[in-house]
């Protein structure tokens, strides 16, 4: 299982972008997927989680209102959707793959796989 991130950028603050992480490999739609980001120097922060299919969604709540979380599984892909993006939301944004039937989504040490990071800049 290998998960692919992509979409990262420069945008200005206000603006928008949609990250995207295409899953390799053997998995199935009841999987967990999350995405965490993290700043130079300080560990991984969690920014959402999709439970998948009749799961629930996770939200920190520096993002709530702001990022949607989404799945095609059709495809085996996971969106961000970021909205009003502020400069605090610099940082590189890795996607994760856990489980099925994961409960605590918002604990980093729960997921198995991850991807090499897409960059997400929001100049001020």
């Known amino acids: 299982v290998q998960p692919v991130e992509s979409g990262g950028g420069l945008v200005q603050a206000g603006g928008s972008l949609k990250l995207s992480c295409e899953v390799s490999g053997r998995t199935s739609g009841a999987i967990a997927m999350a995405w965490l980001r993290q700043v130079p120097g300080k560990g991984r922060d969690f920014v959402a989680a999709?439970?998948?299919?009749?799961?629930?969604?996770s939200y920190a709540d520096s993002v709530k209102g702001r990022f949607t979380i989404s799945r095609d599984y059709a495809v085996n892909t996971m969106y961000l959707q970021m909205n009003t993006l502020k400069p605090e939301d610099t940082a590189v944004y890795y996607c994760?793959?856990?489980?099925?039937?994961?409960?605590?989504?918002?604990?980093?040490?729960?997921?198995?796989?991850w991807g090499p990071g897409t960059e997400v800049t929001v100049s001020s």
């Open positions: 994760t793959v856990g489980p099925a039937r994961l409960f605590h989504l918002e604990d980093a040490r729960n997921y198995d796989f």
């Open positions: 999709d439970g998948g299919s009749g799961g629930a969604t």
